[in-house]
Structure formats: C-alpha cells, structure tokens
Nanobody
C-alpha cells in the first residue's frame, strides 16, 4: 500500500505561485506513475500533470503547460507541483495520485488510471 499526503495549498493572488508537495510512504514508489489531478466545485476531477518516477518522463494538461512543472525527489520520496502564473480558473482541490502501472503517465490520464490517492489540498486564486 502507498500512502500519499499533500501539502502546500493556500490562497494566492492572480499571477502568483505556489508549490504543492506530495509525500509518499508505505512502500517505495520508484517504479510508479505519479500524478496531480484537481477538482473544482461542481466539476469532475481533471488531470493536471503526471510523471514516471523511474524515468522522469512527464505529461501535462494543455491548460497548465508552460505554467506548471511536475518533479520528484528520490531521496525524500516526494513529488512536487510548481504552479506559476496562477489564474482564477486554477482554483480547485488538488489531489496527488499514484499507480503501479507506469503507462498511467501517458496519453490523457484519467482518475480511473490511478489506484492510490491523497486527501487533497485546496488552492484558491483570488482576483
């Protein structure tokens, strides 16, 4: 089993930055696909970014490309999401996810592709 704990959410102004963290525990995730999803009130959970822990290959949703950056730290067993140039439409609960199937990183990942989830961290972008 993998336990995931997100942190780093908060209130930020338009154009600002935040860095989310996802600490993994319980077992090593070195062979896992890891991802970030978000869910705004009244909307479905949507893909944001994903990374292959072993290869470092990344995948981004078009709406965050060029503004967000996903990364991981092998020593700390932690994944990050650096969010820059934030917009009001980025306001959502952000969830960290993991799965043993590394193919989950590629294409258009959906929540169904990931079996382990964190509890979420709220991001509010105010104008």
């Amino acid at each position: 089993q993998v336990q995931l704990v997100e942190s780093g959410g908060g209130l930020v102004q338009v154009g600002g930055s935040l860095r989310l963290s996802c600490a993994a525990s319980g077992r090593t995730v070195k062979d896992y696909a890891m991802g970030w999803f978000r869910q705004a009130p009244g909307k479905e959970r949507e893909f944001v970014a994903a990374i292959s822990w072993s290869s470092g290959a990344t995948n981004y949703a078009d709406v965050v490309k060029g503004r967000f950056r996903i990364s991981r730290d092998n020593v700390l067993n932690t994944m990050y999401l650096q969010m820059n140039f934030l917009k009001p439409e980025d306001t959502a609960a952000y969830y960290c996810a993991a799965d043993r199937r590394t193919t989950a990183v590629y294409g258009r990942p959906s929540p169904a592709d990931f079996g382990f989830w964190g509890q979420g961290t709220q991001v509010i972008v105010s104008s």
